[in-house]
């Protein structure tokens, strides 16, 4: 495992990634500011916000058929009791949803939500884009992830991002100088939203090919959205089609998602490698039971023998508590592997008890310590009681 210098402080934000998103209308204040009514609407239907590209599900439905026993609990935080229904109410939460060897042991939803109803993902999609890398390598349009990513992006070349590899991008670890201060308009993750458009150019690859460099790549962990959308655009650029349909192509359809579902888009028409999948609860649960089967669809081999284990493995330590970072998942000291969003989403997985869960929420804040803290005592109570069936 390689070492990281510094905290990951930006980190706290769990990379919004909000700052390249094109509003439909101009009267539409910042994501990061809706008031509880907006989140509850706008992040079930964020195509009537932001401009949007749709990845297509296919003719058939990956079953997750229902448990014959369903779990139901409560557990102890903060000195006090909560059943799921407490949980949810408290922490504004519009589903939950638990696997356990594949089938359905709880499904609640709440918020006036739907079984129907997308939710929005945020950084969620972050582990979407790492996935369809993996996906490119098995197609052979990637040729490993010891490849320089200017292979890729070749308007890189010259830039800090000489000699730095596919895999020192998902590992958070290119070494390249990035700021990502949502509080300050002078940081990186600002000003990188502010370039203008130029015919046949990304203004992000443009702003990303000015950054110096400041460590040796692979060896400092730094939150950077900017470069998980960049890992969207060279996976779209190896294999010549948008991240909507390579997703399509390689998950939504062969794995069986039961909807479409709606990907946000840059100011240059991109999907955001970093941000902002809308998903059902339900095809957020088959994301995690793709990546528990060892990203196989049926009998064929979607992803390399062996990636879902490496990507959800530590790679780099990135300056919390928690075991590491891999391929744009988290490793919670909990054993679990997870993909997060800020305000309130995940997926988390138990590989060695084959529990999934899902969470999805509108938080009054997008993260705290409070909140983080009493979704890990939800998940290890959920975990307890899928076990114990």
Same mark, same amino acid.
């Given at each position: 495992?390689?070492? &990281?210098?510094?905290? *990951?402080?930006?980190?706290?934000?769990?990379?919004?990634?909000?700052?390249?998103?094109?509003p439909v209308r101009p009267d539409i204040p910042s994501i990061l500011v809706?008031?509880?009514?907006?989140?509850?609407?706008?992040?079930?239907?964020?195509?009537?916000?932001?401009?949007?590209?749709?990845?297509?599900?296919?003719?058939?439905?990956?079953?997750?058929?229902?448990?014959?026993?369903?779990?139901?609990?409560?557990?102890?935080?903060?000195?006090?009791?909560?059943?799921?229904?407490?949980?949810? +109410? *408290?922490?504004?939460?519009?589903?939950?949803?638990?696997?356990?060897?594949?089938?359905?042991?709880?499904?609640?939803?709440?918020?006036?939500?739907?079984?129907?109803?997308?939710?929005?993902?945020?950084?969620?999609? +972050?582990?979407?884009?790492?996935?369809?890398?993996?996906?490119?390598?098995?197609?052979?349009?990637?040729?490993?992830? $010891?490849?320089?990513?200017?292979?890729?992006?070749?308007?890189?070349?010259?830039?800090?991002?000489?000699?730095?590899?596919?895999?020192?991008?998902?590992?958070?670890?290119?070494?390249?100088?990035? $700021?990502?201060?949502?509080?300050?308009?002078?940081?990186?993750?600002?000003?990188?939203?502010?370039?203008?458009?130029?015919?046949?150019? $990304?203004?992000?690859?443009?702003?990303?090919?000015?950054?110096?460099?400041?460590?040796?790549p692979g060896t400092f962990f730094n939150y950077n959205t900017g470069e998980?959308?960049?890992?969207?655009?060279?996976?779209? $650029?190896?294999?010549?089609?948008?991240?909507?349909?390579? *997703?399509?192509?390689?998950?939504?359809?062969?794995?069986?998602?039961?909807?479409?579902?709606?990907?946000?888009?840059?100011?240059?028409?991109?999907?955001?490698?970093?941000?902002?999948?809308?998903?059902?609860?339900?095809?957020?649960? !088959?994301?995690?039971?793709?990546?528990?089967?060892?990203?196989?669809?049926?009998?064929?081999?979607?992803?390399?023998?062996?990636?879902t284990a490496e990507a959800t493995t530590p790679q780099i330590t990135n300056?919390?508590?928690? !075991?590491?970072?891999?391929?744009?998942?988290?490793?919670?000291?909990?054993?679990?592997?997870?993909?997060?969003?800020?305000?309130?989403?995940?997926?988390?997985?138990? !590989?060695?008890?084959?529990?999934?869960?899902?969470?999805?929420?509108?938080?009054?804040?997008?993260?705290?310590?409070?909140?983080? &803290?009493?979704?890990?005592?939800?998940?290890?109570?959920?975990?307890?009681?899928?076990?114990?069936?």
């Open positions: 495992m390689r070492k &990281v210098v510094g905290l *990951a402080v930006v980190a706290a934000l769990a990379g919004s990634g909000v700052y390249a998103q094109v809706w008031t509880p009514q907006q989140q509850s609407d706008w992040y079930r239907d964020i195509e009537s916000v932001y401009r949007v590209e749709t990845v297509k599900r296919g003719d058939k439905v990956h079953p997750l058929p229902k448990a014959e026993t369903q779990i139901d609990f409560s557990f102890d935080y903060g000195g006090k009791t909560f059943s799921v229904g407490d949980y949810m +109410k *408290a922490y504004n939460v519009s589903g939950v949803l638990v696997l356990k060897d594949g089938k359905v042991v709880m499904e609640r939803y709440g918020l006036g939500r739907k079984a129907e109803d997308r939710w929005t993902s945020f950084s969620v999609a +972050k582990s979407v884009t790492s996935t369809l890398v993996g996906a490119a390598i098995q197609d052979g349009k990637i040729k490993s992830l $010891n490849s320089p990513v200017t292979d890729y992006i070749p308007q890189l070349k010259g830039s800090g991002y000489d000699g730095v590899t596919v895999r020192q991008l998902l590992m958070m670890s290119s070494g390249v100088k990035w $700021n990502e201060d949502y509080t300050d308009p002078k940081s990186d993750v600002a000003l990188s939203a502010t370039l203008p458009l130029e015919p046949g150019k $990304n203004p992000l690859v443009t702003y990303m090919a000015r950054l110096p460099r400041a460590h040796e998980t959308d960049l890992v969207g655009i060279l996976v779209s $650029n190896a294999v010549g089609k948008s991240l909507s349909q390579y *997703a399509s192509e390689k998950i939504w359809k062969p794995y069986g998602m039961e909807r479409d579902a709606i990907w946000v888009v840059d100011p240059a028409g991109h999907e955001r490698g970093g941000c902002c999948m809308s998903i059902t609860l339900k095809d957020y649960a !088959r994301l995690g039971q793709f990546m528990l089967d060892g990203g196989k669809a049926g009998d064929k081999q979607i992803l390399p023998a062996g990636w300056g919390t508590r928690e !075991r590491g970072y891999g391929y744009f998942w988290w490793m919670p000291d909990n054993g679990a592997f997870e993909a997060r969003g800020i305000f309130g989403q995940s997926i988390t997985v138990f !590989r060695d008890d084959r529990i999934v869960i899902v969470t999805n929420a509108a938080w009054p804040n997008a993260t705290g310590r409070e909140l983080s &803290v009493a979704r890990a005592a939800f998940l290890n109570a959920a975990r307890a009681a899928a076990k114990a069936m």
